[in-house]
């Protein structure tokens, strides 16, 4: 069995926070991320959104980096990683192939910062992720054909050492940056049914069993859909 959340702060920055109270704006993460393959721990597919930190190791600048480093891992294990295009609202997926049944992927694509994203495996791995934040990183949440943005959905890197330790924690916060009420929803999406769980922050939704304020993992990424841009920076400890 995978240890999910299995999360190590580098001994420095846990000293400077724990010791003093102070806010380390550089703390660096070390994280054992398991990665679920069919069947493992009841995952439907494989598939999973991940979050790397804002600054990740210098040699991950692409999906083939990324591909590449799980695969050092547990070799034959990845594949595929892939990254949400809010221009058309689907999948941008790459294989670490030369074809694709999806038209327009298995492009190579740059791995951005603050942006989450969605690993399929073959095996379970557990990936040790290595990083730092970047305190002063802007996440942009655009809103319906704000920046071409089809919905107002996007994928969200949630930062390891975020203040905001729940869904309902996380739209208050997105909406004292933006206009007030900016937040549509937050989902995540549940690895057993590749179904998105999804928190508006009202009382009822037209999904049964979805609205519960679920809590936020470091290592995970989750949907965001605004109905206003917010210049978000997320705050942290």
């Known amino acids: 069995m995978n240890k999910r959340g299995s999360m190590v702060l580098t001994v420095g920055a846990v000293a400077l926070v724990v010791a003093s109270g102070l806010f380390a704006s550089n703390m660096g993460f070390k994280l054992n991320l398991g990665l679920d393959s069919p069947g493992a721990n009841g995952s439907a597919t494989g598939q999973q959104d991940i979050a790397l930190p804002y600054n990740q190791q210098t040699s991950l600048v692409t999906a083939s980096d990324l591909r590449s480093d799980v695969n050092l891992t547990t070799p034959g294990s990845f594949a595929s990683v892939a990254r949400f295009v809010r221009q058309t609202d689907a999948l941008e997926v790459y294989t670490g192939g030369t074809t694709f049944p999806v038209p327009g992927s298995n492009v190579n694509f740059n791995l951005t910062p603050g942006e989450g994203l969605r690993l399929k495996v073959a095996q ?86 979805s609205n519960v304020s679920f809590a936020l993992t470091p290592g995970s990424s989750y949907v965001i859909k605004v109905q206003s841009d917010v210049a978000y920076v997320p705050s942290h400890y």
Do not use: K, M
């Open 124 to 209: 379970p791995v557990n990936y040790i992720v290595v990083g730092s934040h970047d305190p002063g990183l802007v996440v942009n949440l655009n809103s319906p054909g704000s920046s071409g943005s089809a919905s107002g959905q996007q994928f969200f890197a949630y930062p390891y050492h975020s203040t905001a330790a729940t869904a309902s924690d996380l739209r208050n916060e997105i909406n004292a940056q933006g206009n007030g009420n900016a937040v549509v929803s937050i989902a995540r999406l549940l690895r057993t049914t590749d179904a998105l769980e999804v928190y508006t922050g009202g009382t009822t939704f037209p999904v049964p069993g």
